[in-house]
């Protein structure tokens, strides 16, 4: 027979109620087929089945096998059937002996599969890039990261248990991994909440910070990401991303609720105050200017009245007592130059 197939599994989703299920490629012998299933549950792993089924038509050249259940496959759960052969080689040709054809390609079949069994291992291998230069990565190398993922896992449950996110006063930090791909524009889900516009969002990607538009000048490629929720009252746990994200790619939450815990009203009164403070400054301001060309003009007045006096004694030395009254307006006017500059004083003050 020839082998026409590139694949030796398949996979199937339970839907509760289907329970034979075909398989696509040959197989000599039941015992070639090996049945797995994962539930539909979170943390749930392979397990392999050995009872509760039957295998039909595995047997040299048939081309219709199929396996059927005692019981419908759940729905959700995944069924996985795999063929796996021994790494022998069962022909045996006598020497002087016949020379069958059927034989001979039996075993390029079987050399075949044995081929595509590799192939579908290394598929789930992990290897290293064609382009490596030096030592591939070692076992040691790969417990390390093991370990650094665990504890970034462990962190991220305790920040998931901690963090109170729908009420309260809280800063949290929630490390993750991308566990689905984002292109630039597109929506990054967060792992926790958060109130836009009320909370203050922090995004690192890969160690680095993200500069969010809410902080930047709104030029193009100044941000790397912006809030999508409007409202301070509802939370959140979305924004939009302006730059590609991959699988397995290392992200950092942080969220600083400086305001959550206070009482809005309050957070008005001090607003108002403010802005009254600071028209109050305005107008405090504006009167010291006033007073202080008031002051300008008095003494100038002095000044004037001065020199009247001085010119009517000069000139006319009978009329003393007019020198004297222009005197005397003179250290009126000086006088209330005084006053005026005073009261720029005490309004600077």
Known sequence: MTIETQSN???????GVAAAFP???PAWKPEHLHLYVVENRKNARQTEMTTGFTITGAAPGSKSVSVTLTQPLAKGTTLTILRRLPYTQPMDLANGGA????????????LEMQIQQLAETMDRAILAPESLD????????????????RAAADRAQAAADTRGLASGAYNVRIPWIAKTAVASGGVLTLPGNYYPT???????????FCSPRTLMVETAGAYQYEEIGTDRNILSNTVKAHFPISVGDLLDMYVVSSAAGLNLAEL???LAEAINSRTSAAASATAAANSAATATTQANLAKISATQAAASATAAQP????????AAAAQTHAAEARASADSVA???H
């Open 9 to 15: 599994k398949v996979q199937y989703v339970g839907n």
């Open 23 to 25: 398989v696509p490629f």
């Open 99 to 110: 020379f069958n054809a059927d034989t001979l390609e039996g075993s390029d079949d079987n």
């Open 134 to 149: 030096g030592d591939p990565p070692t076992y040691q190398d790969l417990e390390d990261l093991l370990d650094q993922a």
């Open 198 to 208: 009320r909370d203050v969002l922090m995004l690192w990607y890969q160690g680095a």
């Open 268 to 270: 008005e009164d001090v």
């Open 319 to 326: 009329p003393a007592t007019l020198a004297a009254a222009a």
């Open 346 to 348: 005490e309004t600077k």
